[in-house]
């Protein structure tokens, strides 16, 4: 294959985009401990890509047994084409699952504000350039009871500056500085961030006692595989 | 910060470089690989033209979605065949250990990983799973990862991680007859909340946490994710050198073993080690501990009340009503009573060889009501081999349970094993989340593997020390 070099590390990041604002209307979705089977109910897992997935976000929340809506602000003819979602503490605890913000994406969504988010959810938010925002517990609520009085107004996330704007006003907000870095500079693709320091990563596991040296790429013969194997 | 922890010395010994985030590279020693969160990893390797790059250092197994009745191929369910064919595929492309079905290998990836001595102190573990934290119980730094990470770590053998704050957590003094790690890692989660751990790695150490087996330990990390913490370890001492001598890696190679041991011993967290914050809880006070609401936080003893909403602090009001709606619970009850439908002995946080046993020993001689589903899910091919050697099996199936195949099953309900409707579940998996386990009107109640037995016996929840000893002749 071309574009490979022999470590197995390949040219073909492009780089990722710079995410320095988000603004659209906003959708409140009320609740701490939101977790993420119920952001996307694990039976809508069984797929071997994300593609689809939107129309499955908070599927249990919002269609009872016979697919009837149930009121949910992701039924709600006024939140259609909300980009920033609005939650309370702890929301995306649970599971690893990337399916969660990938249905949250893929639904619509490009920024959430929270008074608090789950680590996993977050990072995997992150991996996607979206931005998760925190602020303190009566700010969001403000938000939350704004939004829903005005779906169709615009709000202002400035991820540089860690403020949300919205009805003539700035409040301030917290984007955590690994994150704020990340989106601005437009460096969140991972991949190929740490696909860049090759040498250092083999030299880093020549160093651990634990890693025979036939696991490292282009260090141990097959035939030394065979021989020194101890896993 | 933290300073001379284990998870200090872990980290430091695997960063690889400080990224423009602020974010360090961490080399992964290990990566366990499932079929629910790695095909569309898999997927983005390909669009960007890259491989595996280290194949040795990767492990794949199949838990989620396997059947646990018949396991003939292709499976049943069209989009579980799917999934294990694209698993099979990419393993085999990459070059990939494979722990499937036919290995008599294959298991829930949080219990092979220890069993074949996959998973070693001193490494850095991921997987595409929230209960990666559970090898930490060997002193390893261990966490879940999302699938764009899946995709860092099978392309670059690294993942991108601020570093965190570290809790040491001691529980003092010596558990109770009839308590269990599960027990403790509730009660630890109810008083530090859901998401108390958010930012931190918790340190469990302390003399009941000591001395507890490995599988205990692995219970009490599994769940630190439950608590909000990303990964939970414990401090590698004999006991675990005992448990890694009789693995697959160092049962015909005690040079390796002998090589490895002063590194293990090394990483281990310093007696004067700095931490960020130390919670102090009384073992000897905890008892057999169950969940009345929806999240895993929301616990209680046996003999406590169910609490009343407006006496709870006012962000958990509205959780805790809408939690004791959804059980229909009465604040001020106990949970000793709640009828169950189902009881379900399985999962990563409780399916080892020993939660089975000491579930055996309760269930001998009794059976499980008339009015109760009650299954078996062995963890893995080799808990269910080493319980049939046993006759563990028989005790089970005589009483009344199901005995399945291996996997994750009503832990979430991803192949045919779900709740039905309202059905109330006596549950030694680790989450109550509303829809858990397959039905969104499912009601769950988590508790430890003797306690799932006593439940199915008496088809209501149940204090397992009010249970007279049955004498089987």
Known sequence: MSGIDHDGFADGDSPAEQVT????TGIPVRGNDIDTDQIIPARFMKVVTFDGLGQFAFFDQRFDDNDEEKDHPFNEEKYRGANVLVVNANFGCGSSREHAPQALMRWGIDAVIGESFAEIFAGNCLALGIPTITADAETVETLQEYVAANPDAEIEIDVENETVTYGGETVEATVSEAQRRALVEGVWDTTALMGANTEAVKETARSLPYIPADHIPGDGSEDAAGAAGDD | MSRGTLYDKVWQNHKVASLPTGQDQLFVGLHLVHEVTSPQAFGMLKERGRTVAFPKRTHATVDHIVPTGDRARPFGDEAAE?????????VRASGIDFSDPDSGDQGIVHVIGPEQGLTQPGMTIVCGDSHTSTHGAFGALAFGIGTSQIRDVLATGCVAMEKQRVRRIEVTGELGEGVTAKDVILTIIRKLGTDGGVGYVYEYAGEAIEALGMEGRMSICNMSIEGGARAGYVNPDETTYEWLRETDAFADDPETFERLKPYWESVASDDDAEYDDIVTIDGSAIEPTVTWGTTP???????????????????????ARRAQKHMRVEPGETMEGYEIDVAFLGSCTNARLKDLREAAAFIKGRDVHPDVRAMVVPGSQRVQKAAEAEGLDTVFK??????REPGCSMCLG???????????????????????????????VLMSPIMVA??????????????????VA
Do not use: C, Y
């Not at chain 2, 005589?398 to 005995?403: C, L, P, Q």
């Not at chain 2, 006593?454 to 004498?471: H, I, L, N």
């Open chain 2, 398 to 403: 005589e009483a009344g349970f199901d005995w």
């Open chain 2, 414 to 444: 991803m192949n045919d094993d779900q709740l039905q409707g309202d059905e109330a579940s006596a549950s030694s998996s680790n989450r109550n989340f509303v829809g858990r386990q397959g039905s969104k009107d499912g009601r769950t």
């Open chain 1, 21 to 24: 604002e988000v603004s659209g």
């Open chain 2, 82 to 90: 799917n999934m294990m064919a694209e698993l099979e595929e990419n």
């Open chain 2, 454 to 471: 006593a439940a199915a016996v008496t088809g209501e929840v149940t204090d397992v020390r009010e249970m007279k000893e049955v004498t």
């Open chain 2, 297 to 319: 936080g929301q616990g209680i003893g046996i003999t406590e009340p169910i609490p009343h909403p407006e006496d709870l602090p006012a962000e958990k009001v509205e959780t």
